[in-house]
């Protein structure tokens, strides 16, 4: 038997063991002295909660629950409850077993919820609270939301109210007691009654046999079993708690421990000690409840923060009805804000409960009924001809997706659709610090670049960068190449770091003005890329040609989560017909991306994979009258993305064009061209994706979702070009204008300009 202790009193011990209310060890009163007569007392506005971040759980309600009432509930504002009441979750339907002093409803509280099986353990008074500890304890646990009192932390959860203090006891000034064989009796009730969780504010002696066994009975079904850590400044929780570390607890009982408003251990609080791995601190000083008058007080002690926990279990359970006892413990633990020492320490073991955290998904996250990966930031990256479309907020792709305790949340993946970074193709077509050597012999030629390291060490490594048509043409490539005649109609060309197509205009030896950014289609392939190795052969047949190119390189963008490089392939085969002045070109070209699709990378949940685009060339040049020439090139792509994770059909049409004015003679060449680098014109990503979930059955919904991959962006890039030979070098200048530069509509157009002065060596 045991009994409520006053805050001057040691307590006497009787029978096997004794309990106090509000956590044993008589250290703390549980209901401090009360201000003069009638006047209740209040707390101030906290400061405002942490909003909860996204996903949420599918069920998000339009209810404000950020108000007055919130903000002055001490315990639910400190384990940051606001997330779970925003995803849905308030604790109806949830059963907390409170084994106290009883309980009373002066306030209508907790009207509807009090459960028809409550009842007095040990005789037939009823569960009318004479104390006010059970009262005030369950309060914080779930008493009612009216916009007027306090909201308890599951403030719509039924309460299962167990009067177990011994008959005449809570009068004496000494307090309540409690019996060992009457509180295993209301442990078997709660279980038997259907309880999640129930709620020991209670403390003395190591509990005994009966009790011990009914705890045992009640883990063994699931139940979740608080219980208060004590109130004597301790470095070990109460004796009553430490059945936390027996084989009956199986994990799933947890010690509470109390901390202020500063989020420090409260100074009465016991520590965690030994039992770290079983404690977690709530609110328990100063605590904002009624006791069974009505009356408002600010009570301290842990048996505040014990009903604080029970109603967190109260609010998972009722959010995510998957879970068992051992996970919504292992939740609470794992989600708690580490403070004092890192990880479990002896003082606040776990950490202080926070249901933000808790609410938030935790381990590694997938579409619902798949195994397919999704993540919660970054499911894909644009790329440079899809723009901006991912930012065009029209499209939403709402998925359920589950977290590692089989959760369901609703997570919106168009916004973990990334825009690709802003390319800066002047730098990257000047080349920075770069010296070039060619030679010649008979029918061989042999071409190098190199470039300064950084670092200002002698000129060592070969630029990894792709050509410019002009560099193609002097054989001044920023790479490596070998260029060979096989006979009279034939040649050959094979490159380091340059892409197939510069090749096969080297060996048309066409020469046009030294552009720089505007380029023309199939220059480049199409993205940011890092070009490995290249092969051309060309075959002349009179007012015919036939070029067969290729090429192999990666990415330079749209890398996700530390992935590997993704590769491409491309190959193309040309047709060219000469009239008199005029040249007409075909082409066709197949695309192979190894973990892309035009350069746009997708996580495994968007497909995953790769894509192949089928391409059409058409190019056109007529030589004018004193090296002056206009031309015109089209490019039309059909993209096909590999189907995977949620994607069901994934097709893209594309195009590309410039147009040139130009003049090419012996001392000077200028140029203007005005092109569209390739772009998404129609078409995007069908994607099945689940959106609906049944916790009882598994059963997923399914839904066709499209991803509109054509941006709102237009990129137009005019460029003007000119250049002077001075000796044995080059003198070039080039002024470029961008408009919606990527393809994105919301970036500030490029103007820029460079002068460039270049001789071999």
């Known amino acids: 038997m045991a009994k409520h202790r006053p805050a001057a009193a040691t307590g006497a011990m009787m029978l096997a ?14 209901t401090p002295a009360p201000p003069p007569s009638g006047t209740p007392i209040t707390t101030p506005d906290p400061p405002t909660d942490p909003a909860p971040a996204a996903p949420q759980s599918p069920v998000v309600p339009s209810v404000n629950y950020d108000d007055f009432e919130y903000r002055r509930s001490d315990a639910a504002f400190a384990a940051n409850a606001l997330a779970a009441y925003s995803a849905g979750a308030t604790g109806m339907g949830a059963k907390i077993a409170v084994l106290d002093s009883g309980l009373s409803d002066p306030l209508n ?6 459960d028809p099986a409550s009842r007095d353990m040990v005789a037939n008074r009823g569960i009318g ?38 008959v005449g006891t809570c009068g004496a000034s000494d307090g309540c007691k409690f019996d060992d064989s009457v509180l295993a009796r209301g442990v ?67 010690i509470a421990g109390a901390h202020d408003a500063n989020d420090a251990i409260a100074d009465f609080s016991n520590r965690a000690g030994g039992y770290g791995q079983y404690y977690l601190t709530a609110r328990g000083a100063r605590v904002l409840s009624f006791d069974q008058t009505g009356a408002h007080f600010l009570f301290s002690g842990t048996s505040y923060a014990a009903p604080a926990i029970a109603g967190a279990v109260a609010l998972l359970a009722q959010a995510f009805p998957n879970l068992n006892g051992a996970q919504i413990v292992d939740l609470l633990m794992r989600t708690a804000f580490d403070a004092g020492a890192p990880g479990t320490d002896a003082v606040y073991g776990r950490g202080l409960l926070d249901l933000t955290r808790a609410f938030q998904p935790q381990g590694a996250t997938s579409l619902a009924g798949s195994q397919e990966a999704v993540s919660l930031g970054s499911n894909g990256t644009l790329g440079p001809a899809m723009g901006d479309a991912g930012a065009q907020g029209t499209a939403s792709l709402g998925a359920v997706i589950l977290d590692g305790y089989s959760r369901a949340y609703a997570l919106d993946l168009a916004r973990t659709i990334g825009i690709a970074a802003r390319a800066k193709p002047l730098a990257r ?13 008979g029918g061989l030629a042999v071409s190098v670049s190199i470039r300064r390291d950084p670092a200002g060490q002698p000129w060592a490594g070969l630029a990894q960068l792709g050509l410019t048509r002009d560099d193609a043409r002097r054989a001044h490539a920023l790479g490596g190449r070998i260029a060979a005649r096989i006979d009279r109609h034939t040649a050959a060309a094979f490159g380091y770091s340059e892409g197939g197509r510069a090749l096969a205009d080297m060996l048309a030896d066409e020469e046009e003005a030294p552009f720089l950014i505007a380029r023309r289609p199939g220059e480049t392939p199409e993205f940011e890329a890092r070009h490995r190795w290249a092969m051309a052969l060309r075959h002349d047949l009179g007012r015919m040609a036939v070029t067969v190119s290729g090429e192999r390189g990666t990415l330079l963008s749209g890398r996700l989560r530390g992935e590997t490089e993704a590769g491409y392939h491309l190959a193309s085969i040309d047709l060219e017909y000469a009239v008199g002045p005029a040249r007409i070109a075909a082409g066709l070209g197949l695309l192979r991306e190894e973990d892309s699709a035009l350069g746009g990378r997708f996580g495994p949940a968007l497909g ?32 096909k993305a590999d189907v995977g994770g949620a994607l069901a059909d994934g097709r893209l049409r594309s195009t590309a064009f410039a147009v040139d004015l130009g003049r090419v003679r012996a001392l000077d060449r200028f140029g203007v061209r005005i092109a569209q680098p390739l772009r998404v014109a129609t078409g995007g990503y069908g994607l099945r994706l689940p959106t609906s979930y049944d916790y009882a059955s598994g059963a997923v919904g399914y839904e066709l979702r499209r991803l509109d991959l054509s941006p709102k962006g237009h990129e137009i890039d005019a460029e003007l070009a000119y250049g002077r030979r001075l000796g044995a070098a080059w003198f070039d200048a080039n002024l470029f204008w961008r408009r919606d530069p990527g393809n994105i509509a919301a970036t500030p157009n490029d103007l820029g300009a460079a002068v460039r002065f270049s001789m071999g060596f």
């Open 129 to 166: 609270d004479p104390d006010g500890h059970g009262t005030s304890v369950a309060a914080v646990a779930a008493a009612g939301r009216d916009g007027e009192s306090i909201l308890g932390v599951a403030f719509n959860a039924t309460l299962l109210a167990l009067r177990s203090d011994a």
């Open 608 to 639: 995953g994979g790769g894509a192949t685009t089928r391409l059409l060339d058409l190019d056109a040049r007529l030589a004018i009258d004193e090296g002056w020439y206009a031309g015109a090139s089209w490019r039309l792509g059909w993209t």
């Open 109 to 114: 509280q907790f009207t509807g919820r009090i």
């Open 17 to 30: 063991f004794a309990l106090s209310a509000c956590g044993g060890g008589g250290g703390v009163n549980s």
């Open 188 to 254: 078997d009730h709660a279980v038997q009654n259907g309880a999640r969780v129930i709620n020991m504010s209670l403390g003395g002696s190591p509990s005994g046999s009966a009790l011990t066994a009914a705890i045992d009975r009640a883990t063994a079904a699931g139940v979740i079993v608080v219980i208060s850590a004590g109130n004597d400044s301790a470095a070990e929780p109460d004796p009553f708690a430490h059945v936390a570390n027996s084989p009956s607890a199986r994990g799933l009982v947890v």
């Open 429 to 441: 077509a000047i080349g920075g610090d770069v010296r070039r050597a060619t030679q010649d012999a």
